[in-house]
C-alpha cells in the first residue's frame, strides 16, 4: 500500500511488513528489535504515520509493549511522536546517512586496530559464537535476529577500548543506520557471505594485525554506503568513502 508522507496510515494486519515476533528477554524487548528492523530494513516506510493500535494488531499483543517500544525507538531517533496520532517513521536524507558513516569512520576502524593482539583467548571464544549468531542468522534469512547479534558483537568487541562512551556512541550510530539492500542480500543468499567478514576480522585480531583489522573494519562500516544500503556492490570510488 502507497503511503503518503504526514498521512496516518491503518493498515490491516497482513499489510503490516513487519517481522514476526522473535525470542527475546520480554516482550518489549521482542517488539522493539522487531521494529527496528522493520525501521533500518526500510519496510516501515519512512516520513509515514503508524498507530500504536494497528502494530499491535500485526503483532497480536496489546497496545502497551507497542507504545514502550516506541518510545525506545524515539530515543534512539528512529520515530518521533505525534500527539493523538501515532508515530512517524524519522527521514533520514542521503547526506545524514553519509554522515552517520563518516563518523563511525572516525571512530571504530582505529579503535578495532588498537585492540587488535589485546583480547583474551577467553574474549576471542566469546566474539567467536557471537560472530557464528551473525552468520546463521543470516543464513536463516532472519533479519531482526541478524542486526541485534551485529549490534552486539560491535559493542562487545569496542568495550575492550575501556571506554563505555565510545561503546554507547557507536553502537547509538549503527542503529540509526538504514540499510536498505539488506532484504535484497537475504532473498538473494549473499548476506551470509558478508556476515563472514566478522569472523576474518577476529582472525586479524587475534593475530594483532592492527592495520589489517583497521582496513577490514572500514572496508565493513563502508558496506552502509553501498552494499548493505542498495544491494549492490560499492565501485571502488564509494569503497574509499
Known sequence: MKSVQGV????????????????????????????????????????????????????????TPVREAMMDLTREGLVETVKNKGFRITTMSDRELDELTE??????????????????????????????????????????AYLAADR?????????????QLVELATSLRSRTRLYGLKILSESNRLADSAQEHHVLLDLIEAGDGAAATELMRQHISHARGLWATGET??????QT
Open 8 to 63: 496516518l496510515t491503518v493498515p490491516t494486519n497482513n499489510q503490516l511488513p513487519i517481522a514476526p515476533l522473535g525470542r527475546q528477554h520480554s516482550l518489549r524487548e521482542s517488539v522493539t528489535e522487531s521494529l527496528r528492523t522493520a525501521i533500518i530494513a526500510g519496510t516501515l516506510v519512512e516520513g509515514t504515520l503508524y498507530s500504536a493500535p494497528a502494530l499491535a494488531a500485526a503483532f497480536g499483543v496489546s497496545a
Open 103 to 144: 563518523i563511525r569512520l572516525l571512530l571504530e576502524p582505529p579503535v578495532v586496530g588498537d585492540v587488535a593482539g589485546t583480547v583474551p583467548p577467553s574474549g576471542v571464544k566469546v566474539l567467536r559464537s557471537m560472530a557464528d549468531d551473525i552468520v546463521d542468522a543470516a543464513r536463516q534469512g532472519d533479519l531482526t
Open 152 to 164: 552486539i558483537f560491535h559493542a562487545e568487541l569496542l568495550r575492550y577500548a575501556g571506554n563505555g
Open 234 to 239: 560499492e565501485t571502488p570510488q564509494e569503497q
